[in-house]
């Protein structure tokens, strides 16, 4: 209890005097996490409408697949990607290993299918309400895609908030991937991992009040900003 | 511009999981005036209205419209009788085919709002369309299958669930769209609106065209036994 208390006052310490070491590392982990989630979005968002509005053989096959890598290991998809990014893998001469575009790339690959998945959920319930006026219209694939996308903006909206809790708050694959460099790579997660690893809990605490904080504040601002609550809209 | 009618379905079929749900249809509809197609409840009125239009299937037989099936189909309505509204606003929802159509959003809006006051939503534009009545909701869609100016329109019962005052105003609006030289294929199990409106009539029993002729003519003394029982207002399966 009394490291809950302490941790509580060292957060508020650590937000008060704006301590650089905070900012810095708060500042990476949001960078890291909203590139990743504009990155995932831009490909799960157009790959749940297409599995809404595209009948092929092996839709359901895939939608199982997608919703099974939800539940995608991020410690094993780390691995994976340490392989193929280090010096002796595919990639390696692009020399990403250990920084942030290695956390970004990791990030992507663990938040694609949460969204695609959640998404999809939302556009083909969309899709049953909407399916017999646009065929009836004679509409492309594309547009009704882009209907759908829009139509359902605002629960799209919840998909990528789901994604961005569990973005900012992933630990296991990009503490592989980044390497936890102080001044390069550390994140607020891998902070408090390294930060407990020493023993320092009340900072560890700190530092986990402060990542709670900045989702909470992330999640109310994009629903203020984008008035999904207000009477009256969808 | 082309010719769309007539259109001929000849041993025209709909079938789902092997079982046929309309068919063999062998019709021709005429340019101009209405065509209702009036039956007792799972005749297959919908189903029809939908293959004629295209969105049911063809499974066995021929459709020919006068021009090219693609080209017919760019100018051709639909009307539901559960009408879908888009999770927009009025006016976005009468506007959404021109958008579709590549027509900019200030001159899709503005015709849109000629049409919102049109059909007498004119007060409403920028509110939500799932929030109006249901007599609103059927002449928005009608206001939306309208816009584009298409040359047929298929209504599938569109004032089967509404009062007798929105009913009037939606018949006034076919009216108007059929003196617009707009064809007209009208599904109702509605027979005072099949005498008020029908030029001709296709009556459909057990999922084939049983009967068809001029209104008139049908009304007054049709030929087959079930068509008869349906006027008389006999139970028909």
Same mark, same amino acid.
């Given at each position: 209890?009394?490291?809950?208390?302490?941790?509580?006052?060292?957060?508020?310490?650590?937000?008060?005097?704006?301590?650089?070491?905070?900012?810095?590392?708060?500042?990476?982990?949001?960078?890291?996490?909203?590139?990743?989630?504009?990155?995932?979005?831009?490909?799960?968002?157009?790959?749940?409408?297409?599995?809404?509005?595209?009948?092929?053989?092996?839709?359901?096959?895939?939608?199982?697949?997608?919703?099974?890598?939800?539940?995608?290991?991020?410690?094993?998809?780390?691995?994976?990607?340490?392989?193929?990014?280090?010096?002796?893998?595919?990639?390696?001469?692009?020399?990403?290993?250990?920084?942030?575009?290695?956390?970004?790339?990791?990030?992507?690959?663990?938040?694609?299918?949460?969204?695609?998945?959640?998404? @999809?959920?939302?556009?083909?319930?969309?899709?049953?309400?909407?399916?017999?006026?646009? +065929?009836?219209?004679?509409?492309?694939?594309?547009?009704?895609?882009?209907?759908?996308?829009?139509?359902?903006?605002?629960?799209?909206?919840?998909?990528?908030?789901?994604?961005?809790?569990?973005?900012?708050?992933?630990?296991?694959?990009?503490?592989?991937?980044?390497?936890?460099?102080? @001044?390069?790579?550390?994140?607020?997660?891998?902070?408090?991992?390294?930060?407990?690893?020493?023993?320092?809990?009340?900072?560890?605490?700190?530092?986990?009040?402060?990542?709670?904080?900045?989702?909470?504040?992330?999640?109310?601002?994009?629903?203020?900003?984008?008035?999904?609550?207000?009477?009256?809209?969808? | 511009?082309?010719?769309?009618?007539?259109?001929?379905?000849?041993?025209?079929?709909?079938?789902?999981?092997?079982?046929?749900?309309?068919?063999?249809?062998?019709?021709?509809?005429?340019?101009?005036?209405?065509?209702?197609?009036?039956?007792?409840?799972?005749?297959?009125?919908?189903?029809?209205?939908?293959?004629?239009?295209?969105?049911?299937?063809?499974?066995?037989?021929?459709?020919?419209?006068?021009?090219?099936?693609?080209?017919?189909?760019?100018?051709?309505?639909?009307?539901?009788?559960?009408?879908?509204?888009?999770?927009?606003?009025?006016?976005?929802?009468?506007?959404?085919?021109?958008?579709?159509?590549?027509?900019?959003?200030?001159?899709?809006?503005?015709?849109?709002?000629?049409?919102?006051?049109?059909?007498?939503?004119?007060?409403?534009?920028?509110?939500?369309?799932?929030?109006?009545?249901?007599?609103?909701?059927?002449?928005?869609?009608?206001?939306?299958?309208?816009?584009?100016?298409?040359?047929?329109?298929?209504?599938?019962?569109?004032?089967?669930?509404?009062?007798?005052?929105?009913?009037?105003? +939606?018949?006034?609006?076919?009216?108007?769209?059929?003196?617009?030289?707009?064809?007209?294929?009208?599904?109702? @199990?509605?027979?005072?609106?099949?005498?008020?409106?029908?030029?001709?009539?296709?009556?459909?029993?057990?999922?084939?065209?049983?009967?068809?002729?001029?209104?008139?003519?049908?009304?007054?003394?049709?030929?087959?036994?079930?068509?008869?029982?349906?006027?008389?207002?006999?139970?028909?399966?």
């Amino acid at each position: 209890m009394t490291d809950l208390w302490a941790g509580l006052a060292q957060a508020f310490w650590l937000v008060v005097t704006l301590d650089p070491d905070l900012m810095e590392i708060t500042l990476r982990s949001l960078r890291v996490t909203l590139t990743a989630l504009v990155i995932a979005s831009a490909i799960a968002f157009p790959l749940a409408a297409l599995l809404a509005v595209k009948r092929f053989r092996a839709r359901r096959f895939t939608i199982a697949v997608l919703n099974a890598l939800m539940g995608l290991p991020p410690v094993v998809v780390g691995l994976i990607v340490y392989i193929l990014l280090s010096r002796s893998g595919p990639f390696g001469v692009f020399g990403l290993l250990f920084t942030p575009s290695a956390m970004i790339i990791a990030q992507v690959i663990i938040l694609v299918p949460l969204i695609a998945s959640v998404a @999809h959920q939302s556009l083909r319930d969309l899709w049953s309400e909407y399916h017999d006026l646009l +065929i009836s219209m004679n509409v492309t694939r594309w547009q009704k895609m882009q209907t759908l996308l829009w139509d359902a903006r605002r629960a799209l909206l919840t998909a990528a908030l789901a994604g961005f809790g569990r973005g900012i708050g992933e630990v296991g694959a990009i503490m592989i991937v980044g390497g936890n460099i102080d @001044h390069a790579t550390r994140v607020l997660t891998t902070a408090i991992a390294l930060e407990t690893g020493r023993g320092d809990f009340a900072l560890a605490l700190g530092l986990g009040f402060v990542l709670i904080a900045l989702a909470l504040a992330v999640n109310l601002g994009t629903h203020w900003l984008g008035r999904t609550e207000r009477e009256g809209r969808w | 511009m082309s010719d769309l009618f007539p259109l001929c379905a000849r041993g025209a079929e709909t079938r789902r999981r092997g079982r046929v749900l309309v068919g063999p249809v062998d019709l021709t509809l005429e340019a101009g005036g209405v065509t209702v197609v009036i039956g007792p409840n799972g005749s297959g009125k919908t189903t029809l209205l939908r293959l004629l239009h295209g969105t049911a299937r063809l499974s066995a037989g021929t459709l020919d419209w006068a021009c090219d099936t693609e080209e017919a189909r760019k100018h051709l309505g639909f009307v539901f009788q559960r009408p879908v509204m888009l999770r927009r606003s009025v006016v976005q929802n009468i506007a959404y085919p021109l958008r579709l159509r590549g027509v900019g959003r200030a001159k899709a809006r503005g015709q849109a709002a000629e049409w919102a006051a049109r059909v007498g939503l004119g007060q409403m534009l920028d509110r939500p369309a799932t929030g109006l009545s249901g007599g609103e909701m059927q002449k928005l869609a009608l206001a939306r299958a309208f816009i584009t100016a298409p040359r047929a329109v298929f209504l599938d019962e569109p004032t089967a669930a509404l009062d007798g005052a929105a009913t009037r105003e +939606i018949e006034a609006l076919m009216q108007e769209a059929k003196e617009d030289g707009v064809r007209l294929i009208l599904a109702t @199990h509605d027979m005072g609106q099949a005498r008020r409106l029908a030029d001709d009539v296709v009556f459909l029993h057990q999922g084939r065209v049983a009967e068809t002729g001029p209104a008139e003519a049908f009304l007054a003394g049709p030929e087959t036994a079930a068509a008869q029982a349906f006027l008389r207002g006999d139970i028909v399966e």
